[in-house]
Nanobody
Framework: QLQLVESGGGLVQPGGSLRLSCAAS????????IGWFRQAPGKEREGVSC????????NYADSVKGRFTISRDNAKNTVYLQMNSLKPEDTAIYYC??????????????????WGQGTQVTVSS
């Protein structure tokens, strides 16, 4: 069974850090670009970052550039999102998903498939 499982969320104070993980089971992530997304209450799901299958290409939403870093360890079948200098507006459920175009990041949320269940990130003092 193909499955993506996010973990690493939690409650953190503004300025703090978290590292999210997206682990795959039932298949290998080696050939897939992976995106991270988030959805805050009352808002649409938005793209946060994406990494190509070999890690050579990454992109970030303007709101997280310079603070978040996406990486992957194909040996562990896992993609990470390191989040630093967190702000209250980063509060959301964070999801990972597979790009529908093999190996490449794509720009639209609807082009991603096989979503995980999400992990809650709350930034609050």
């Amino acid at each position: 069974q193909l499955q993506l499982v996010e973990s690493g969320g939690g409650l953190v104070q503004p300025g703090g850090s978290l590292r999210l993980s997206c682990a795959a089971s039932g298949f290998t992530l080696d050939y897939h670009a992976i995106g991270w997304f988030r959805q805050a209450p009352g808002k649409e799901r938005e793209g946060v970052s994406c990494i190509s299958s070999r890690g050579g290409s990454t992109n970030y939403a303007d709101s997280v550039k310079g603070r978040f870093t996406i990486s992957r360890d194909n040996a562990k079948n896992t993609v990470y999102l390191q989040m630093n200098s967190l702000k209250p507006e980063d509060t959301a459920i964070y999801y990972c998903a597979i790009s529908s175009v093999q190996g490449m990041c794509v720009p639209h949320t609807y082009e991603y498939i096989y979503w995980g269940q999400g992990t809650q990130v709350t930034v609050s003092s």
